[in-house]
């Protein structure tokens, strides 16, 4: 049986904890546990191959070296923040997406856990000002057609088994205010595991801003988009 | 393919195989006759002729080349074909083609020459001899055959009739003899014989040689070629599906072969090869087989194996007729069935793999059926009628290739070391029936049910009669029925499939099923292949009444002929043509009829295939009492035609919708974009203006200028000073909503009311109304600022921020509402497409007069072209007003649009109104051509990077090809016609052929002939 590793430190044991038998709940999986220090010690049973997600707080840390801390783990990692408190119920995701191919297909899997386990999947596409589309004849239909054709192309799942929204301006605060107008229980962002400055903007920002447990699933190719936590459609 | 074939030739096992280059199915064969077919005319040519017959029923088209007469060639051959290949002989050396029938030959095509040339030939072949003599070569004209003369260079008895087997042994014997009399060899004969053609007044004689003779002729085989080559574009054979074969392709004696001649550059993308023994070799290109006439033989066993054991038809992948895709790509999929759709303009199906795939979307729709009376209703998803049983497996390999020239659509696939090939397509002669033949391992080739329901589809019957199986799709509105027949063949290693299914639309109580039974069973009966020729040849009609060729751009060419292609696949010709924003080629749009049917797609079919505009505007006559209706209701009189229409002629416009932004947004187009009753009228004159149709005006098309122009005169609004206005419409520019006194709405109105009051005491209207109409046009306020020559678009539209879009946005084309939210647009400048400018664009001569300018320089840079109709239509504004380069950028943009899906909508249907628009811009634009003072006005502004522009229309019942340059016109006229050229106040007349004009100034002149 898979285990979810739930990364115990001070100050987050509890919402950690809820979290983490939540996420294990939904994937048939058991929790293990790992105290916070060493850190050498949670990267090691990381990489346990049993091991399908990390769920870890960030009290111990201090904001700026979390990605680098957490980048070395190639699972998803479910980080949790500070001010949550349990009790912890997901039934409703929230995941962002811009559409490449390495970003879709690495959420995908996150949708499909979450459409086989009856959550609730809200698909949030963020269009930057430079990437709005060029036409939209009759609103009517093209936001339709255009949806349902954005998720045919970078989602599994059938288009009426989800919602989609749709934003556009910067996309970190576009999550954080669609995470606020739309309450969901966890957002899912797809990330490069590169943590130096410029990149994983959005990815800072949604961590920094949302209050709700976000789920960070790895590219599988990197780029400097996508390590922003979102790629470009192509 | 299923042949039916009462009695087939014997076809031998295989013998060594051909080049691979020939390993595959012709759709034409060209060849020569003497030593090619049959070593000698002597020799018996039952074989030829059983399997030439044979071919020919089996859909192959035949053409016999040869220098002899008929009587030699048909008394040897005497193949008598049914068809529904056609056999040719086109002999005398270019001069004669006969169609061989059941019946025999029948003459079809003869040049005759004028006594004059008869007595020139008879000079030059006089002066030959005497200058040969002079030199001590002895030659004597040896028959006087149709307008030739052949002189034999080797009059001696041992040489009288060698066989072609000794040609080596013959030219060394010639060539020994001409060398004796001090000639260099035969090619300064064949020059001598040309010089004196020339001085006997025959500059353009053909002077051929086989060694023995040296002929000269006012044809030759190339005369054959051309000929053939024309007539196969009339069946819709393209050269990459012929093959030629010869005996003499290779040089002999200098000379190029005989059989070099059939290489023309008309069948430029043939296979050619030769039989012959060409000492001298072959030409490059030409494969050389060797062999014989028992090698020919060979190769027409071949031909016929292929088609007996369901081979589909060849494929030909010219790239400036054809759309191919690799694989399957699961991002683009969807926009890629789209672009392969099929469409007869009663059924569209998209261009789905046979075989099931996770990103595909099998569709098809048919033209009219909708799903009910009401706002949300949508084309009925129709039975699916090209589906295999199996699926694709993440190694299996697909590409598919779309012909535009015969609306063909070939695939391959192979999977797990299995493959399969196939080619389908929706009847353009039998519109609502398709076809589907398939050929490949019986492991990937398992049919599976004929036809299969579409999801979700409403009240369904489905069964099986005999060995057919139908279904039918109910709506309140329309039944769709369906009946489908399918057969397998082939053996243990090879299965052939051939599947044929019919629809038919009509009303619930409509005998449809036994419509669709009958289309059926005359299919069957048919055959195959006479259905694909039948296909082919009806494509070849349209395109060549519509085809428009633009040199030295292959992209932008297959760009044009793809557009050109969906417009004319997605417009039925008889009945009533319901043809929707994505036409059959996708969902999008709900099939709806918005004006892109009137004022963007109508245009194109006006002016090259008038029965399918008729089509068009039959189906708003057929609604015009809902429109009367609704006018009515609305306390006004007069017809007024919804914004969005689908059955029943009522207005089937959403009233709200989630914009991109999630966000739940009214839509009250259907409430205010009125100007849709204008475009109706419109689209009715534009019919009447190409077609000269007037009394269509006067009779069916009268209440479609009549009635609209009631609706104006009872939608104005008189102020206290005499202006009349017409309040709280939305105009093309669909930012701002509601305003009043839209200049394109006001100006169309105006336009509309006048266009009817010139119909005269003949419609059926009171001089008092009429007048009235007048008035009201004339007072009409249209925004117009006399100083500056520019249109307010709308009242109050210069107290809007005056926000430069061009400047403002990242790029352009941009959906400025996503960008700038519809509060921010809505206060400002901002336009999404040509409002002002669309006047310019339809009524020309209802503007102020050197208006367009100054009203582009202000609009332009003020629209967002977010709108997909923008940009061809921007394209033709640049154009006329010589902004060459923005005109250029504008058409690749247009013409690009679905192709490289600009809109990332193309999955849901092709932008039919673009395609509509790219035509128009090459038309009205680029070529400026349009109807104007009873005469087509031509007037071409073209890029500097582009090459000849040529246009097909029909003005006037009178057939156009125009073809454009920078500084010169050229046009094939069909009959009498007047063209009203540049700025010229006057037409001229041109009469049937050729006439060319040079650029003189302003103005054109005729150029010399």
Redesign the interface.
């Known amino acids: 049986m898979n285990a979810v590793l739930a990364v115990i430190e001070p100050g987050a044991d509890a919402a950690v904890r809820s979290v983490a038998e939540e996420v294990a709940r939904l994937l048939n999986a058991t929790v293990r546990f790992s105290p916070f220090r060493p850190w050498a010690g949670v990267l090691r049973q990381a990489a346990e191959p049993d091991v399908s997600a990390v769920v870890i707080g960030h009290a111990s840390f201090r904001f700026s070296s979390f990605l680098g801390h957490v980048g070395a783990i190639d699972r998803p990692i479910v980080r949790v923040p500070v001010s949550f408190r349990p009790p912890y119920s997901l039934r409703r995701v929230l995941v962002p997406m811009v559409g490449d ?1 390495a970003t879709a297909s690495s959420l995908a899997r996150a949708i499909e856990v979450s459409r086989a386990s009856d959550l609730h999947v809200v698909v949030l596409h963020v ?1 930057e ?2 990437s ?19 998720l ?3 989602v ?1 799942i059938p288009p009426d088994q989800m919602d989609f ?4 301006g910067d996309p970190g605060w576009e999550i954080v205010r669609a995470v606020n107008d739309l309450g969901p229980d966890l957002v899912a962002l797809g990330w490069g595991r590169r943590s130096s400055p410029g990149r994983a903007r959005v990815v800072r920002r949604v961590l920094r801003d949302c209050q709700v447990p976000v789920l960070l699933v790895p590219l599988a190719a990197f780029s400097s988009v996508e390590d922003q936590g979102l790629a470009k459609t ?1 | 393919m299923a042949i039916s074939a009462p009695a087939r030739p014997r076809v031998r096992p295989r013998n060594r195989p051909f080049p691979p280059e020939i390993e595959r199915r012709f759709e034409a064969l060209i060849f020569d006759w003497d030593g090619t077919a049959v070593p000698d005319r002597s020799a018996d040519a039952s074989d030829v002729r059983d399997l030439i017959e044979g071919l020919c029923r089996a859909g192959m088209d035949v053409f016999v080349v040869s220098g002899t007469h008929v009587g030699n060639v048909d008394g040897q051959l005497g193949a008598r074909p049914e068809g529904p290949g056609e056999l040719h002989l086109c002999l005398n050396r270019g001069s004669e083609v006969f169609r061989v029938a059941p019946r025999g030959p029948r003459l079809t095509h003869r040049r005759s020459a004028t006594q004059r040339e008869e007595r020139a030939l008879d000079l030059a072949a006089a002066v030959t001899i005497e200058r040969l003599g002079a030199r001590g070569l002895e030659a004597a004209v040896v028959s006087q055959r149709l307008n030739r003369r052949k002189i034999d260079l080797i009059p001696l008895p041992e040489w009288a009739d060698p066989p072609k087997a000794i040609i080596d042994d013959l030219v060394e014997a010639v060539d020994a003899r001409v060398r004796a009399a001090g000639f260099a060899g035969l090619p300064e004969i064949v020059n001598l014989a040309l010089a004196a053609a020339t001085e006997a007044g025959l500059p353009e004689a053909k002077v051929t040689s086989d060694a023995k003779h040296v002929e000269i002729g006012l044809t030759d085989k190339t005369d054959s070629a051309r000929w053939i080559a024309g007539h196969l574009a009339t069946r819709g054979i393209g050269p990459g599906l012929v093959l030629i074969a010869g005996d003499e392709m290779g040089p002999l004696g200098g000379l190029p072969g005989s059989d070099s001649l059939m290489l023309v550059p008309e069948l430029g993308r043939s296979t050619s090869l030769s039989v012959g023994v060409e000492p001298s070799g072959v030409p490059r290109g030409v494969l050389h087989v060797g062999g014989g006439p028992d090698r020919f033989i060979q190769l027409l066993e071949d031909q016929l194996r292929r088609r007996l054991k369901g081979e589909p038809p060849g494929m030909d992948d010219d790239p400036g007729w054809s759309l191919s895709i690799v694989g399957v790509d699961p991002q683009q999929e969807r926009a890629h069935e789209s672009l392969m759709a099929l469409a007869d303009g009663r059924i569209g199906t998209g261009g789905s793999p046979l075989l099931t795939h996770a990103a595909a979307r099998p569709l098809v729709l048919t033209a009219g059926a909708y799903d009910g009376p009401k706002p949300e209703s949508q084309l009925l998803a129709a039975p699916l009628w090209d589906r295999l049983q199996g699926a694709m497996t993440p190694r299996s390999r697909i590409d598919r290739l779309l012909d535009l020239r015969t609306g063909l659509l070939f695939e391959r696939v192979v999977a797990k070391g299995a493959g399969f090939r196939s080619v389908r397509f929706s009847s353009l002669a039998r519109p609502g029936l398709a076809v589907l033949a398939a050929q490949g391992d019986p492991d990937l080739l398992e049919p599976g049910p004929a036809i299969r329901l579409p999801a979700d589809a409403p009240e369904v019957r489905a069964s099986r009669r005999d060995d057919s199986s139908w279904t039918t799709i109910r709506s309140e509105d329309s039944t769709i029925a369906t009946t489908a027949w399918q057969t397998m063949g082939g053996d243990r290693r090879t299965a052939s499939l051939v599947r044929i299914a019919a629809y038919v639309e009509g009303p619930p109580r409509d005998r449809v099923l036994e419509r669709s039974s009958g289309h059926l069973r005359a299919a069957r009966n048919a055959g195959v292949e006479r259905l694909i020729h039948e296909h082919r040849a009806a494509w070849a009609r349209r395109w060549s009444e519509a085809d428009v060729t633009l040199e030295g751009d292959v992209e932008l060419q297959r760009a044009i002929r793809f557009g050109l292609f969906h417009l004319m696949a997605s417009v039925a010709d008889a009945g009533e043509a319901a043809v929707g924003a994505r036409g059959l080629s996708g969902p999008g749009y709900a099939g709806h009829v918005f004006w892109d049917s009137d004022v963007f797609v109508l245009p194109f079919l006006a002016a090259t295939h008038p029965s399918a505009a008729r089509a068009m505007l039959e189906y708003r006559i057929r609604r015009l009492p809902a429109a009367l209706d609704v006018a009515r209701e609305r306390g006004r009189e007069g017809a007024r035609f919804p914004w969005e229409s689908a059955a029943s002629g009522r207005d089937v416009t959403p009233t709200s919708a989630r914009d991109r932004r999630g966000r739940l947004v009214p839509i009250r187009t259907g409430l205010l974009e009125e100007h849709i009753v204008a475009d109706v009228a419109w689209a009715a004159c534009c019919y009447a203006d190409w077609t000269g149709d007037r009394e269509f005006l006067l009779g069916r098309g009268r209440g479609l200028l009549v009635e609209t122009a009631r609706y104006w005169a009872s939608r104005i609004r008189w102020d206290r000073s005499g202006g009349a206005h017409i309040y709280g419409v939305i105009g093309p520019d669909e930012y701002h909503e509601p305003v009043d006194d839209n200049a394109f709405t006001n100006v169309m109105a105006r336009w509309n009311l006048r266009r009817a009051a010139a119909l005269g005491n003949a419609a059926g209207v009171s001089q008092f109304e009429r007048l009235r109409w007048l008035e009201i046009a004339d007072a009409l306020i249209d925004g117009l600022d006399p100083r500056t020559k520019v249109y307010e678009q709308f009242a109050e539209f210069h107290t809007l921020e005056p926000l430069i879009i061009a400047e403002a946005a990242p790029r352009r084309p941009i959906a400025a509402d996503l960008l700038l939210g519809r509060e921010r647009v809505h206060a400002a400048q901002v336009i999404k497409q040509a409002d002002v400018l669309m006047l310019h664009h339809l009524i020309p001569d209802e503007v102020a007069p050197g208006s367009l300018v100054p009203n582009l320089e202000f609009y332009e840079p003020r629209t967002a072209h977010g709108s997909s109709l923008s940009p061809a239509i921007h394209a033709a504004l640049f154009a006329r007003t010589g902004r060459l380069e923005e005109a250029e950028s504008s058409f690749r943009m247009a013409a690009l649009m679905d192709l490289d899906d600009l809109t990332g909508t193309t999955s849901s249907g092709l932008h039919l109104a673009t395609m509509g628009g790219v035509w128009q811009a090459l038309a009205f634009g680029f070529a400026g051509m349009r109807p104007h003072q009873n005469a087509l006005a031509i007037d071409p502004q073209l890029p500097s990077s582009w090459g000849p522009l040529e246009i097909r229309v029909r003005y006037q019942g009178t057939p156009l090809r125009v073809r454009v340059e920078r500084d010169r016109i050229r046009v094939n006229a069909g009959g009498r016609t007047s063209l009203l050229l540049g700025n010229a106040s006057a037409p001229l007349a041109v009469h049937r052929g050729q006439t060319s004009f040079e650029r003189s100034g302003h103005s054109w002149k005729e150029a010399p002939k």
């Open positions: 191919i269009a000002a430079d709005i589309p060029a036409f939209n004849d009759q609103t009517a239909y093209e936001t339709e057609a255009w949806a349902r054709e954005f045919a192309r970078y599994t929204e749709f934003r556009i192509s």
